[in-house]
């Protein structure tokens, strides 16, 4: 069982980018999944996430509008489509799987309930 997450990189202000996450050894449809950031001296922050119904999402409130979170199922893979990027989202992106339904709320994705975890990609927005 592995995620792993990819798609981060250097770029300007007001550029896109587009993280993905992909599964190997389970189906990620059947999992809620997660993304999360974490910036140097900042505690582990909730992006985004997406119930394994694929039909409830959460966004936190920084990357509302902003940032869009997706699947494909063919794939086995999760994206998140990331506009408008600003220096503030400079950290490292982590995606993460959980078996609960309730890990994604409208609280938002809860650390604790994903059990599988990607290794992180990083991204940088300076000018």
């Known amino acids: 069982v592995q995620l792993q997450a990819s798609g981060g990189g250097l770029v300007q202000p007001g550029d896109s980018l587009r993280l993905s996450c992909a599964a190997s050894g389970f189906t990620l449809d059947y999992y809620s999944i997660g993304w999360f950031r974490q910036a140097p001296g900042k505690e582990r922050e909730g992006v985004s996430c997406s119930r394994n119904n694929a039909r409830s999402t959460y966004y936190a409130d920084s990357v509302k509008g902003r940032f869009t979170i997706s699947r494909d199922s063919a794939k086995n893979a999760v994206y998140l489509q990331m506009n408008s990027l600003q220096p503030e989202d400079t950290a490292v992106y982590y995606c993460?799987?959980?078996?609960?339904?309730?890990?994604?709320?409208?609280?938002?994705?809860?650390?604790?309930?994903?059990?599988?975890w990607g290794q992180g990609t990083q991204v940088t927005v300076s000018s």
């Open positions: 993460a799987a959980a078996q609960s339904f309730t890990a994604c709320s409208i609280a938002g994705p809860n650390g604790p309930d994903f059990g599988y």
